[in-house]
């Protein structure tokens, strides 16, 4: 088994900056990768959208809505991603949850609230 434990949610405004961490424990082994997702308001788990993610050797991918804007990191030996908010825009407001997948199986975490408002 694979526990996710999700931090740094909150709330801002436009133009601030947010950074979230994700620390996977328990059976954790092999190459694994690491992603944030997010859930909307009004959109269903089936909808939730993916943010961006990294490979153990650190190969990032970042979907077009938040490229130049996050930065996704890791540390291995600590078995934690680092996403890095910047310019944060109201439609950034979502439920952001963090997935590892670790043979074969996928883990979710509990979900951290990003709420963008002025």
């Known amino acids: 088994q694979v526990q996710l434990e999700e931090s740094g949610g909150g709330l801002v405004q436009p133009g601030e900056s947010l950074k979230l961490s994700c620390a996977a424990s328990g059976r954790v082994f092999g190459e694994n990768t690491m992603a944030w997702y997010r859930q909307a308001p009004g959109k269903t788990r089936d909808q939730r959208d993916l943010?961006?993610?990294?490979?153990?050797?650190?190969?990032?991918f970042y979907s077009d809505s938040v490229k130049g804007r996050f930065t996704l990191s890791r540390d291995n030996a600590k078995n934690t991603v680092y996403l890095q908010m910047s310019s944060l825009k109201p439609e950034d407001t979502a439920v952001y949850y963090c997935?590892?997948?670790?043979?074969?199986?996928?883990?979710w975490g509990q979900g951290t609230q990003v709420t963008v408002s002025s």
């Open positions: 997935r590892i997948i670790v043979g074969g199986y996928i883990y």
């Open positions: 943010v961006a993610d990294i490979t153990r050797a650190g190969d990032v």
